[in-house]
């Protein structure tokens, strides 16, 4: 195993780390994660810790944005999410030991508050209008303990828009949530979560994609055995076939490119 460095992630324990793809990634499997999240709910710092959950197509998008990788070179958490990248890291002896998704990743967390009787405030940012409310509803219906304390649905063009920040800025400050939970699409919300955590008044934001409209029951997600089989791309093709199909075309290019190139340099990818 080609363990590279290893961070000490504010107040959580020491995490190994693997560069992979040209990225440090943590290895983390899914209760881990949830459980250092969940520590960082309940001890603040100065300022925001951050997660993000690389997959096949953020791995592709990153060899050809800096800005992207500049974000991911700070993250707090990088979190491996895509059955292709597990495989890959088996296949190269690299140790990733399971796919930590950012959409099971959050109602995991949600579930093991609730288990153990603690409380977490949380603050929604994204997906479209009214969304996040519906989200709220069935958040407080599963998981009691679980406080959404606000809900925001930035219109279109937001993040070139100062006052608009500021206002989100503020909007979420105004009430603190130990958890946000950024719904914006990659890389809008990483790249925005990057530019303000410093102003962020919340102990951890997740960078999350599509997890919204999940927790609303907006978008299906795939069944279980398909994000188990690494199926779950066919199921997202199927149900936004416009957006994502092109997308998912040049990733099946592109990525077995990228695992030649990692097994070439074993491990040195910048
Ligand atoms: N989204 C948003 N504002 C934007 C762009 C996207 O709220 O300016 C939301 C969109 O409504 C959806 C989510 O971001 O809820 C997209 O998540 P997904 O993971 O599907 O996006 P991807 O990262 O795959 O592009």
Redesign the pocket.
């Known amino acids: 195993m080609n363990v590279t460095c290893e961070t000490s992630v504010d107040s959580a324990p020491m995490n190994k780390r693997i560069r992979f793809f040209g990225v440090d990634m943590d290895v983390l499997r899914m209760d881990e994660a949830v459980r250092q999240v969940l520590a960082w709910t309940e001890s603040p710092t100065d300022h925001c810790r951050f997660v993000v959950t690389p997959n096949v ?1 953020h791995t592709v998008m990153l060899q050809s944005r800096d800005d992207l990788k500049a974000v991911y070179d700070v993250a707090h958490l990088v979190l491996a999410d895509g059955f292709p990248l597990i495989m890959t890291s088996k296949l190269l002896g690299r140790g990733l030991p399971e796919r930590v998704a950012g959409s099971e990743l959050v109602p995991r967390l949600f579930e093991l508050t609730q288990q153990e009787n603690r409380t977490l405030t949380v603050y929604l940012l ?3 209008d009214g ?1 996040a409310d519906r989200a709220a509803q069935r958040i407080h219906a599963q998981w009691p303990n679980v406080k959404v304390i606000g809900t925001y ?2 219109p ?4 070139k828009d100062d006052a608009e920040n500021q206002a989100i800025l503020d909007r979420i400050n105004s009430v603190r949530p130990q958890l946000l939970v950024v ?4 890389p ?2 990483e790249l925005w979560v990057h530019r303000f955590y410093q102003q962020i008044e919340a102990d951890v934001a997740l960078c999350v ?2 997890t ?2 999940f927790l609303a029951g ?2 299906p997600q795939a069944p279980v055995w398909m994000r188990r089989t690494g199926l779950e791309w066919i199921h ?1 093709v199927c149900s ?1 076939p416009k ?2 199909a092109k997308r998912y075309a040049k990733d099946a290019i592109v990525f077995p490119q990228l695992v030649w190139k990692e097994w070439r340099s074993g491990g040195k990818t910048s």
């Open positions: 197509d994204g997906a479209a969304v649905s930035p279109m063009g937001f993040e719904g914006l699409g990659a809008k919300q994609g599509a919204i409209d907006e978008k997202r936004e957006r994502l």
